[in-house]
């Protein structure tokens, strides 16, 4: 089976750190997080006409000198069996790759790393543990996501970790708790909630919190990591 390769950025200068990437994102998730904003690629997949591989090779072959990274986004990367195949086509092209990943698949995360076919992942750390299956809407083994960041803990990737904080989902308490559990990380990313075509129709109506409100959750938590950030 082919890669759902559901659809592609060109070009983007804001998902890829420190590079000029193109993203891709596939289609399906085995979260249901609320607050999503690709929510058709969360729960109407195949509604979505499939990109071939192909097309999206030829364009990392053809921007090459330009492009020097590819992002690949969903959905939820990790549960496509054909992801680890595809990567390694990229990578036999010479581009670096960044993997957005909720974390709930941390065998298929081994073997990325395992086999250096991504270069950055960004985790979503979505809630304190004892909060993750109400925030994320379905029941999963914690287990996977504590070793997911272990995994990603050892440093065989640059990565960093990441919250969308979202007003009455999360509390500051909730985020401070977060931050706690992942003291001593490289990288901590506080991610603006963005209310728009939310899963949940109701989160359009969230207002977000302020940046004055997430420099002050930033400023309580920066010194835990190596690098702490705010993403508007």
């Known amino acids: 089976m082919a890669l759902p390769i559901k659809g592609v950025q060109r070009l983007s200068l804001i998902d890829y750190p420190g590079r000029l990437c193109a993203t891709i994102f596939l289609g399906g998730c085995n979260f249901r997080c609320p607050y999503c ?9 195949d509604s979505l006409p499939t990109i071939p591989e192909e097309e999206v090779l030829n364009l990392l072959r053809e921007r090459r000198g330009f492009l020097d990274g590819l992002c690949v986004g969903g959905g939820e ?7 680890p195949d595809f990567l390694l086509r990229v990578k036999a092209l010479g581009v670096p790759v960044k993997l957005d990943t909720n974390g709930s698949r941390p065998r298929m995360l ?3 790393l395992k ?7 960004a985790m979503d750390v979505k809630a304190p543990l004892r909060r993750y299956h109400e925030v994320v809407g379905r029941e999963i083994p914690l287990s996977a996501i504590k070793k997911s960041i272990s995994l990603l803990r050892r440093g065989r990737v640059d990565y960093e970790f990441r919250t969308t904080v979202v007003p009455g989902l999360l509390s500051k308490e909730d985020v401070l708790e977060i931050a706690e559990f992942l003291r001593g990380s490289k990288r ?3 991610q603006q909630f963005r209310p728009v075509r939310t899963l949940d129709p ?3 109506r969230v207002k977000p919190y302020s940046r004055e409100e997430l420099q002050g959750l930033h400023d309580q938590v920066s010194h835990y990591f190596g690098e702490c950030k705010i993403r508007f």
């Open 37 to 45: 904003y690709n929510s058709k690629l969360v729960l109407e997949p």
């Open 77 to 83: 990367p990790t549960i496509h069996r054909e992801l």
């Open 110 to 112: 081994e073997e990325l």
């Open 115 to 121: 086999r250096r076919l991504v270069d950055y992942v």
């Open 188 to 190: 901590y990313i506080l």
């Open 202 to 204: 109701a989160f359009t």
